[in-house]
């Protein structure tokens, strides 16, 4: 079957099926997305996660197809919840994917401090990002995406490299836990979607992935952060949205300009409009505002993923000595990072160099 010419740069308004069957064999180099699972009530819970599963492997048999031979995927899933059992998605996706000769790299734990809660099992703290390659000839570049080393002048103690640099300065590579803060609440980001993807996360997988000038391909665009994520770093990037809505915000974002009304479709748009055209910010309103009036980016808490991690381990290691004192029977230690008294990251100390 011949296959149509697509137009690069866009987001189709649709199913992404329609838009797959006209896509040619190996045309995209990255494809990168976190499926919906919206069956709705018609189906009883375990007959919902079979068609669901049914429905992700007739995507994915195309998303192979449509992937460059060095091409990537990255698949980010989390838990289906069957009365009160709990089944991690990525395990039932792990068999579809290989069953398309694709290859497994990494299995990427994208960890949170906060999620559901649970009362009879423990909390869900984290989601996977599965990430497949369609052969053994494949781009990963390291360099875009290093993150600083724990001990940054370290230096070999003995041998022919003693006093030389141990590791690379320029940054280690960053494993597979991540700690990309949601995006939710006060977050620059936010649109009117309720999963989004944070930019920096999708960033760091294009950077890794691909070159500049390659195509990322988005079958469930959402609100288009992979749209422009890609556009940012001199990608081409194409997808679908099957919700209208959804895709007008998208288009929003890409525009990067006021709507009719003078909103913008979330604060980081309407700030980098203004920062550009010089205007000030509150002036102008978005669509998820909360408050009388947007501020500056001076006076947003925007830290790096570095900064979650640090937060992250330090309340760990609280918690452990917090549970040991329980079990001594002594008197738990204060948490300084709590009852409103979260320190600065550069007043912090616990986990410093």
């Known amino acids: 079957m011949q296959k149509q010419n697509v137009p690069l740069n866009a987001i189709f308004p649709g199913d992404v099926r329609q838009l797959l069957a006209k896509l040619p064999d190996g045309c995209v180099d990255l494809i990168v997305s976190s499926p919906p699972y919206n069956l709705g009530k018609e189906y009883e819970a375990k007959r919902a996660l079979q068609v669901y599963l049914e429905e992700q492997t007739d995507v994915l048999r195309e998303c192979a197809r449509i992937l460059a031979p060095q091409g990537a995927i990255f698949w980010q899933v989390g838990s289906f919840a069957d009365a009160g059992s709990l089944i991690p998605l990525d395990i039932r996706f792990f068999p579809i994917l290989e069953s398309f000769g694709l290859i497994p790299r990494n299995r990427i734990a994208w960890a949170r401090q906060h999620g559901l809660h649970a009362s009879r099992k423990f909390s869900c703290r984290y989601e996977t990002i599965l990430w497949f390659t369609k052969g053994d000839e494949y781009l990963f570049d390291l ?38 803060r949601n995006v939710k609440h006060n ?3 936010q649109t009117v979607h309720p999963c989004q993807f944070p930019e920096d996360l999708i960033a760091r ?8 000038g390659q195509v990322v391909f988005d079958p469930y665009m959402g609100t288009g952060t992979v749209a422009v994520v890609a556009r940012d770093h001199k ?14 915000v998208a288009l929003r974002r890409l525009k990067g300009e006021p709507d009719e009304r003078g909103y913008f479709p979330n604060l980081k748009t309407l700030r980098d409009w203004c920062e550009r055209k010089g205007k000030p910010v509150e002036k102008y309103r978005f669509d998820v505002q909360v408050g009388d009036k947007p501020t500056n980016r001076s006076a947003s808490k925007i830290y790096p993923e570095g900064h979650h991690l640090e937060e992250l381990a330090r309340r760990l290691e609280y918690e452990e000595a917090a549970f040991a004192a329980d079990v001594r029977g002594d008197e738990r230690p204060v948490d300084e990072g709590m009852n409103g008294k979260r320190k600065k990251p550069e007043e912090r100390t616990l986990f410093s160099e």
């Open 143 to 180: 360099d875009p995406i290093r993150v600083p080393q724990k001990y940054q002048n370290k230096t070999f103690h003995r041998g022919d490299k003693h006093g030389e640099l141990s590791c690379n300065p320029a940054g280690k590579n960053p494993g597979d836990i991540w700690l990309f």
């Open 235 to 248: 990608r081409h990037f194409m997808g679908a949205e099957l919700d209208a809505g959804y895709h007008s």
């Open 205 to 212: 997988i294009v950077l890794s992935t691909t070159r500049e």
């Open 187 to 189: 977050h620059e980001e």
